[in-house]
């Protein structure tokens, strides 16, 4: 047995888990630690808050934590990262950001650092994944009889996140195609657009995230945490089935866009032919009336009655054969 002698600052909870009794017991920030004990067949999950700035200094004294798992643990780096060595599996994990009475669709990153004894996780925000693990664990710890495991449930929390996002864009990529494609024309570029950048993160996450999982699978076997070639190949289908989901509503809202360019491509198209038309009716009639308003001598009709009833029948008769030229042209 280890205790874990320094205090513990920026703890959001804690859980000692036995594997072999199936019971998590949960300690307080104002538990000491030198009563908390990890068994043989027992781990323990801390979960931490960054904003905390004393949880370096903690880390630095955890027992068992190599220095690349603490500099991974405290990182306020924004990329996905996945690294084995020496059956200690640490790096960054991509979440969705949670408020205090919804989750949001902003990325937030979760932090974390396992091996046989513990799981540690950090983070800056609060993030969706952790408090359905935590529940499960109150709920039924017994399923968690390695720290490989609690990793596992917060990638399917994950990916159960993904999923309800997807629902939620879909939901919404319809109400923008029922307007898209009625006879009306809207322009919902502004709407499709959020929904576009959400697809296209989520995308490039996913995609990153699969990378590095198929990576970490291929390590050596002796570097590999006990259980973790199991949870990669689970993890990595379940992983590439949501991307498939993002990929086919990405491809989707391209699409809309496409078509949305396109009708308004046409209605522009449409005004312009409009004008042009009004153009070639109305330059005869500006001719005549250029004509007759020059200021020279020996206009016709500037002399005598009914001039102005001449110029109006050559402004008609221009208008008319502007007309009949446009329509043996085939223009109208």
């Known amino acids: 047995m280890h205790p874990l002698a320094t205090k513990i600052p920026g703890l959001v909870w804690g859980y000692v888990i036995n594997a072999s009794?199936?019971?998590?017991t949960r300690f307080s920030p104002e538990t000491d630690p030198t009563d908390i004990r990890i068994d043989e067949g027992s781990f323990v999950w801390l979960h931490l808050n960054l904003a905390d700035a004393r949880c370096t200094a903690f880390l630095e004294n955890f027992p068992g934590l190599s220095e690349p798992a603490r500099a991974a643990l405290t990182?306020?780096?924004?990329?996905?990262?996945?690294?084995?060595d020496e059956q200690a599996f640490y790096g960054t994990l991509v979440d969705f950001q949670r408020e205090f009475d919804a989750t949001t669709r902003d990325i937030g990153w979760l932090h974390f650092a396992l091996s046989s004894g513990f799981i540690i996780t950090t983070r800056l925000q609060p993030v969706r994944s952790i408090d359905p693990v935590r529940a499960a664990i109150e709920k039924n710890a017994a399923k968690f009889r390695q720290p490989i495991q609690i990793f596992e449930a917060l990638v399917v929390e994950f990916q159960r996140g993904i999923m309800s996002?997807?629902?939620?864009?879909?939901d919404e990529l319809n109400a923008i195609e029922d307007f898209v494609y009625d006879s009306e024309l809207r322009d919902e570029r502004r709407r499709l657009a959020p929904v576009r950048r959400v697809v296209v993160r989520l995308h490039r996450h996913l995609r990153t995230v699969l990378a590095l999982m198929r990576r970490a699978?291929?390590?050596?076997?002796?570097?590999?945490?006990?259980?973790?070639?199991?949870?990669?190949?689970?993890l990595v289908n379940r992983l590439e089935a949501a991307d498939n989901d993002v990929y086919a509503l990405q491809e989707r809202a391209r699409l809309l866009h496409e078509e949305i360019d396109?009708?308004?491509?046409?209605?522009?198209n449409r005004h312009l032919y409009i004008l042009s038309l009004m153009t070639a009716f109305l330059l005869p009639p500006s001719l005549v009336t250029g004509f007759f308003g020059m200021n020279t001598s020996s206009?016709?009709?500037?002399e005598g009655i009914g001039g102005t009833l001449w110029a109006v029948g050559f402004i008609a008769v221009s208008i008319l054969a502007a007309w009949l030229i446009l329509r043996r042209a085939g223009i109208l």
Do not use: N, W
């Open 165 to 170: 996002v997807v629902l939620e864009l879909t």
């Open 262 to 268: 396109s009708k308004l491509s046409s209605e522009t």
């Open 21 to 24: 009794s199936g019971r998590a």
């Open 299 to 302: 206009l016709p009709f500037a």
């Open 217 to 234: 699978a291929a390590t050596d076997d002796d570097e590999l945490p006990p259980g973790f070639e199991d949870v990669a190949e689970r």
């Open 75 to 84: 990182t306020h780096e924004t990329h996905a990262a996945l690294t084995v």
